[in-house]
């Protein structure tokens, strides 16, 4: 497997694996029926970069994006979205793409990696997230309504990138 930046010849093969994932309604809290434009802009345009994972044979097989989590006195904390396409999921791709973003990350400047609303019902990704050394550090009870489920809990889980965080005097 590989991983490179998006370019923009990738964008319909990336709405290919995002799209049904937004449709969903049980990971993202964006609308199920967010537009093309709309999720272009959220995985594309808003980011500071989007990274895809390619197969020897060059299909995409997940996706992510970082960026600031939030502006200014906030921005030294990056967030990440992943996506894996439903084939590639359970080998290795998720991890695969969180390692590439906690180095990315690191090389960008950035102290921390912030997951805002990890939603309770996604077993996977809380386990993966935990296993790259990311920790539990708010449960905001109801904060995703889940398509299927309703309102369930969602997880903020964060991870420092640094071995120790300067204090300033």
């Known amino acids: 497997m590989k991983i490179r930046k998006y370019n923009s010849s990738n964008w319909a093969e990336i ?4 799209k049904p994932v937004f449709r969903a309604g049980e990971t993202y809290a964006y609308s199920p029926e967010i537009s093309e434009a709309a999720a272009h802009d959220i995985w594309i345009t808003s980011p500071k970069d989007t990274f895809i994972a390619l197969d020897d044979n060059g299909q995409i097989l997940g996706t992510y994006f970082i960026k ?15 996506i894996v396409s439903e084939d590639a999921r359970g ?6 793409l969180c390692k590439h973003s906690l180095i990315l990350a690191k090389a960008l400047g950035f102290r921390a990696m912030q997951y805002n ?3 309770s ?16 550090v708010g449960e905001l009870p109801g904060a995703f309504n889940s398509k299927s489920l309703g ?12 071995t120790t965080i300067k204090e300033t005097p």
């Not at 019902?121 to 539990?136: D, E, Q, R, Y």
């Open 121 to 136: 019902s996604n077993i996977a990704a809380i386990h993966l997230w935990k296993k790259h050394g990311f920790n539990v």
């Open 151 to 162: 309102y369930v809990d969602a997880l903020v889980m964060y991870k420092e990138l640094e």
């Open 117 to 119: 609303l990890v939603v």
């Open 15 to 18: 709405w290919t694996i995002i």
């Open 91 to 96: 080998k290795g791709v998720a991890s695969s």
């Open 68 to 82: 600031p989590n939030q502006a200014e006195l906030g921005s030294h904390v990056c967030n990440c979205g992943y």
